[in-house]
């Protein structure tokens, strides 16, 4: 059994005694303006963005070359296209990627990476009508784009004007699902929109259109959605509406359904924003976003730790008294955030309002994290033994001379007709000492504290070792959840961390005869030994111990199978490797 969970949180909450003057804010350091264009247009935007690796950056730019009484002419726009070699500091030359062509502008466009490296590029040909969702592909890194492909077209019948991506780009989920947000207008509702998500799960080959969602009462529905990725697997999207908030809502069916949506409470206005998972460990997700405020037009920056449960007090980027829209985040790897938005202002010693993109270089914030074997997907066999799960305090930042983490409270969350937890063994800390509550298995939760008598953690280090074992049968999926309720140095001030659980699936570990979690030369040697007596076969799990060569008995090469595997020879599914 391969049994791995990563807990991580970014406590904001006031400790009971700390000194708030002393607490850690997740907005430290430089922020760099940058210019992306080495070409002057009348009217431009920045953004999206793509992430190519070695701090690469791969960013679009919207052209609008005609200019009509001070405002872009979207009939005419183009997409073209720019790279930083520098994570976003410096630029190179603009390229064209999609021009006008046909009478068509290229318009909206949105940009999505996957694992494998290939560039999604969706756009909208349009011409006062959106014929619907295009797209372009590149395995090259943006070297070269594939001819253009519809992906929606859209039905005169059911909408009218508008089908377009969403500005904000898609994502691929842990799973490998893509996802890119779009939005559609509802027919004969003319200015009434709804958003939806496009979904793929062979690297962009293919893909299906989600359900929609839709904000009741919004003169405008649900307009530009943005989306995210939670632990949990779940989606989160927020939309722009006609209401004094965006909403939020989630799906639990990769985007196939929605939930009813609410008020987003950190929003002022329905303008629009966008979303981006940072990392899964630490579970960092950034959200930036325009509202109205008076007669200023502020731009905020904020993170949540807990999957979008709360967000940090927003940063500031920009406030003005015109407008700005669009705003546009990328990871650059170089722990550093890449954001653009589009300034709709009249320029110094101007007479005529421009539409113009501005990016700015944002720190990331330092984060510790709080986890079990890196978040990896746990595996457990049903009617296997309890096994040992590490818990950990990693990634701890430097926080200054003879200071370290001086105390922490978990809470650990489970479904108890799916997973129990047998036991918790807390680790022996010199100076250190670490305290656990008796599981609950009937309303599945147990509380780890611990506390400094001498000395503070400033290492990774082991707190805890978890018993878990499955309940639920085989083939289900369960969630580990965990909660940070305090995490703090020695003076108890705040430290910033983050926290989230994994998925649990139920079944087999092939070959995993000791159930320990995982496939070594250990689970050879049990096999070994029942072979020639001298275990008996109720020390192994006989399931996985039979299911390495998967012929439905225990045999001498079940033991070659598993050996094979721990030296290379065959991979996880037991299949030779050429």
């Known amino acids: 059994l391969l049994i791995i969970v990563t807990l991580i949180t970014l406590l904001m909450a006031m400790p009971t005694s700390a000194n708030t003057a002393n607490s850690t804010s997740p907005f430290e350091g430089e922020v760099t303006s940058f210019t992306m264009h080495d070409i002057e247009y009348p009217h431009y935007w920045y ?57 068509y502008a290229a318009f909206m466009p949105a940009l999505l990476r996957s694992n494998t490296g290939r560039l999604n590029l969706f756009y909208s040909p349009y011409n006062g009508s959106s014929l619907g969702i295009y797209l372009k592909q590149s395995y090259t890194n943006g070297a070269n784009w594939t001819i253009n492909k519809p992906i929606i077209q859209r039905d005169p019948a059911l909408q009218r004007g508008y089908v377009l991506p969403s500005p904000f780009s898609g994502f691929q989920m842990r799973d490998g699902t893509l996802i890119q947000p779009w939005a559609g207008m509802y027919e004969p509702l003319v200015g009434r929109y709804y958003s939806s998500s496009l979904l793929s799960n062979d690297d962009g080959d293919n893909w299906t259109v989600g359900g929609n969602i839709d904000v009741a009462g919004s003169d405008t529905g649900a307009d530009e959605p943005s989306m995210v990725d939670l632990t949990d697997g779940r989606l989160y999207a927020l ?28 929003s002022n206005s329905g303008k629009a924003a966008e979303l981006r998972r940072i990392s899964y460990e630490p579970n960092l997700i950034a959200v930036v976003w325009t509202d109205k405020v008076g007669e200023t037009y502020p731009l905020y920056l904020a993170y949540s730790t807990d999957d979008a449960k709360t967000w940090s007090s927003p940063q500031i980027i920009t406030s003005t008294n015109h407008s700005v829209s669009l705003p546009h985040l990328a990871v650059t790897g170089n722990n550093t955030l890449v954001l653009a938005w589009w300034d709709y202002s009249v320029p110094t010693g101007g007479s005529v309002p421009r539409s113009t993109g501005v990016g700015v270089i944002i720190p990331i914030p330092k984060v510790i994290s709080v986890s079990i074997n890196s978040g990896t997907t746990i595996f457990l066999s049903k009617g296997g033994g309890v096994a040992g799960i590490p818990l950990e305090i990693k990634n701890i930042p430097y926080l200054g001379a003879n200071n370290g983490v001086g105390g922490f409270t978990f809470e650990l969350m489970w479904d108890p007709a799916m997973l129990s937890v047998d036991n918790i063994t807390v680790s022996q800390i010199p100076g250190f000492s670490v305290l656990s509550g008796t599981p609950n298995n009937i309303t599945g939760k147990v509380t780890v504290t611990g506390y400094t008598v001498g000395s503070y953690i400033t290492d990774n280090l082991t707190v805890a070792t978890l018993g878990l074992r499955a309940t639920g049968s085989t083939g289900n999926s369960t969630f580990l959840g965990m909660s940070i309720i305090q995490l703090g140095d020695k003076d108890g001030n705040p ?38 007596g001298l275990r008996p076969l109720g020390e192994l799990n006989a399931e996985n111990a039979a299911s390495a060569k998967q012929d439905g008995i225990i045999d001498v090469f079940d033991a070659m199978f598993i050996a094979q595997h721990v030296v290379g020879f065959r991979d996880k599914d037991f299949n030779w490797i050429e």
């Open 47 to 103: 953004g999206p963005f793509a992430t190519l690796g070695n701090g690469i950056i791969l960013g679009l730019l919207s052209i609008f070359p005609n200019d009509v009484n001070g405002y872009f002419d979207q009939m005419k726009a183009e997409v073209w296209q720019n790279l930083s070699n520098e994570g976003g500091y410096t630029w190179g030359t603009d390229t064209l990627v999609q021009p006008y062509e046909g009478g």
């Open 239 to 266: 939309v722009r509406t006609s209401y004094p908030y965006i909403y939020e809502t989630f799906s639990s069916e990769k985007g196939l359904t929605w939930s009813t949506p609410q008020p987003w409470k950190p």
């Open 495 to 532: 430290i910033m961390s983050a926290a989230t659980g994994t998925m649990v699936k139920i079944g087999l570990l092939r070959g995993d005869a000791n159930n320990d979690g995982k496939v070594d030369i250990f689970d050879a040697m049990f096999i070994a030994q029942y072979i020639v």
